[in-house]
């Protein structure tokens, strides 16, 4: 073989062998581009994937949280319905004793008013004006003057009224003709 003959084999072995490598470097860069894709494409689905287990996750801690809260609600619901039960007894025991006392003594005036202010129930509270007992004391507090107790001492509520009653019109009758009036002394 002549040496022109085996520097045209060597180029050409040197070119198949330069493309050989060529080809395989771009076939690299094609599968590390394609890896790449599948890398970003994975990742994105693993983030929406968190994304919405993280909001699944916030709609049951909320749902817990308004059970929580309902349970707390009811709990509170049932304290007060035991209280005012608890107080019912005594409620009715006051109640029967002042209201035929004010009867006797007032030709129904006293009677009158408490019936109209608090159904004749000393624990009567208005929730919006906060006013409280059996003639509606505003604010519950004023019963304080009378007896230091009255909150659990309904039989304050009768003597705080009846002071009322002498300082601002001097009689239940009086009082009464008032409220006929103004639905409200």
């Avoid at 003959?5 to 060529?22: F, R």
């Avoid at 690299?28 to 994937?49: C, P, R, S, W």
């Avoid at 519950?140 to 009653?165: E, G, H, I, R």
């Amino acid at each position: 073989m002549s040496t022109r003959l085996k520097a045209l084999l060597a180029i050409g072995v040197g070119t198949v062998i330069t493309i050989a490598i060529m080809s395989a470097a771009h076939s690299i860069t094609v599968n590390e581009q394609k890896l790449k894709a599948q890398t970003q494409k994975l990742e994105a689905q693993t983030k929406a994937q968190h994304n919405l287990e993280i909001q699944n996750l916030k709609k049951i801690i909320e749902q817990k949280d308004k059970e929580l809260q309902s349970k707390a609600e009811a709990k509170e619901r049932a304290r007060l319905a035991a209280i005012e039960t608890a107080k019912t007894p005594v409620v009715s025991k006051v109640v029967q004793s002042i209201v035929p006392t004010a009867q006797a003594a007032t030709g129904d005036a006293k009677a009158f008013i408490y019936a109209r202010e608090s159904g004749n129930n000393p624990g009567a509270i208005n929730r919006p004006s906060g006013a409280c007992s059996l003639g509606q004391a505003l604010p519950c507090s004023k019963l304080s003057s009378v007896c230091p107790d009255w909150q659990t001492n309904y039989a304050c509520d009768d003597a705080f009224f009846t002071s009322y009653m002498q300082s601002r019109y001097g009689s239940w009758e009086a009082a009464r003709a008032f409220w006929e009036v103004h639905r409200w002394w």
